[in-house]
């Protein structure tokens, strides 16, 4: 799909939630409630072309056209997995022009009972997990909403013109699940990942319930503090060791915010999030943090916090040095955990055909950190 690239010197009405949009229409002399109109022009019923619009004054249009877009980033390639798993690379250039050669990565993960878009928040990531293809690659920006909002646009548009969902009536949902757990840590591109997920859950646009908006963060504790005041969604927190020295090294970002903070942290989340439980990720390292005692010691950590678990199997990628658990060392984690009384769930593999597993996802980024070891990352475009 080619899309001429957006004009910057437009407002572009994707970076609004409908409180923003009600602000711009009323400095154009209109009345707020256009806002509610357009959020469902342009998220329900995914129209990019104002002139579309029907019910809105052409001469609104004809201002509109002047000056605003409806512009979502754009499409480079799309690859669909042997399990359905769907990835798109999008190309997030078109911010100035300054950078070159940066794109992102959104995976759409089909399943019996849901359709999970697994969204990317930043190009590139600063946290340097030492597990994680992103974080190898360093940072380059945070991702505008427009640009994040945009991946749910696109994949809706992509989705429904393709075989299979194109006979599907527009009621029904084919994108019922929205996990921020793509590129970049969300938590530290606040203000616009709680714009785009306000635009998720509004009932104009994409009216998904906050149970199933999923924000997945490495544990930022005062920003988890501020989310469950500003857009309590349902929170994943990357736990991946149960004692502080093995966190520090695989997780940095633990030397600032240790397992004790982070814990509680997560009790105070749950006192107004939309489930009664944090899912703990814990991503399986042969020999770094699968052993019995780790599972032990996990336990002891996590006691005050209600939980499921959620254990990743390592998803390789080139010169990362880890390797997989043995299948055999994920079942006994996994059932001491489970004997304690835990719900855990060990994360399938989807998509790796594609390079679309979590912690796979690499697009193209242009580092602006520095890095003394850079680590060459396999290309996927
Ligand atoms: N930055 C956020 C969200 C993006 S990562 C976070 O860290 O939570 C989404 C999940 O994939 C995280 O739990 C992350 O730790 C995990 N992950 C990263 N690299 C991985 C890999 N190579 N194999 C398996 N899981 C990985
Ligand atoms: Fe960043 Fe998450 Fe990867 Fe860590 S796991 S480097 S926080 S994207």
Redesign the pocket.
């Known amino acids: 799909m080619l899309r001429l690239r957006s004009n910057t010197s437009l407002v572009n009405l994707l970076d609004y939630n409908q409180p923003q949009l009600a602000e711009y229409f009323v400095g154009l002399g209109e009345k707020p409630f256009r806002a509610k109109q357009m959020m469902r022009w342009m998220h329900h019923f995914g129209v990019n072309d104002f002139a579309q619009m029907t019910d809105i004054a052409k001469s609104l249009r004809e201002k509109l056209q002047i000056e605003a877009e409806i512009s979502p980033p754009t499409v480079q390639l799309e690859q669909v997995s042997d399990d359905g798993t769907r990835k798109w690379l999008i190309d997030v250039n078109n911010n100035g022009g300054a950078d070159t050669a940066n794109s992102i990565e959104t995976v759409f993960i089909p399943e019996d009972d849901r359709g999970t878009l697994c969204i990317s928040s930043q190009v590139g990531?600063a946290?340097a997990?030492t597990?994680?293809?992103?974080?190898r690659q360093g940072f380059n920006r945070n991702l505008s909403v427009s640009e994040i909002i945009g991946q749910l646009w696109l994949a809706n548009q992509s989705l429904r013109k393709s075989d299979g969902y194109d006979m599907l009536p527009a009621s029904e949902r084919i994108i019922s699940n929205v996990v921020?757990?793509?590129?970049?840590?969300?938590l530290t591109n606040y203000d616009n990942v709680v714009t785009a997920m306000q635009i998720m859950l509004d009932d104009s646009a994409y009216g998904l319930s906050r149970r199933r908006v999923t924000l997945?963060?490495?544990g930022i504790v005062p920003a988890m503090d501020r989310l469950k005041e500003d857009c309590p969604v349902a929170l994943?927190?990357?736990l991946?060791a149960p004692n502080d020295a093995l966190r520090d090294e695989i997780?940095p970002i633990n030397k600032k915010y240790p397992i004790k903070e982070l814990m509680a942290a997560c009790e105070r989340y749950l006192v107004k999030a939309p489930r009664d439980f944090v899912t703990f990720?814990y991503?399986m390292l042969d020999g770094v943090n699968d052993t019995v005692e780790h599972a032990h010691q996990l336990l002891d950590v996590v006691k005050n916090v209600p939980c499921k678990f959620n254990l990743?199997?390592?998803?390789?990628?080139p010169n990362?040095g880890y390797e997989t658990s043995k299948p055999s060392h994920i079942r006994v984690f996994r059932d001491i955990l489970m004997q304690a009384g835990y719900v855990v769930t060990v994360r399938k593999t989807r998509g790796e055909d594609i390079d679309a597993?979590?912690?796979?996802l690499a697009g193209k980024v242009l580092d602006k950190t520095k890095r003394s070891m850079k680590i060459p990352i396999k290309a996927v475009a």
């Open positions: 990531c946290l997990c597990f994680c293809s992103t974080g921020m757990m793509g590129m970049g840590e969300p997945s963060t490495s994943a927190v990357s991946h997780v990720e991503v990743i199997p390592f998803n390789p990628f990362s597993a979590c912690g796979q």
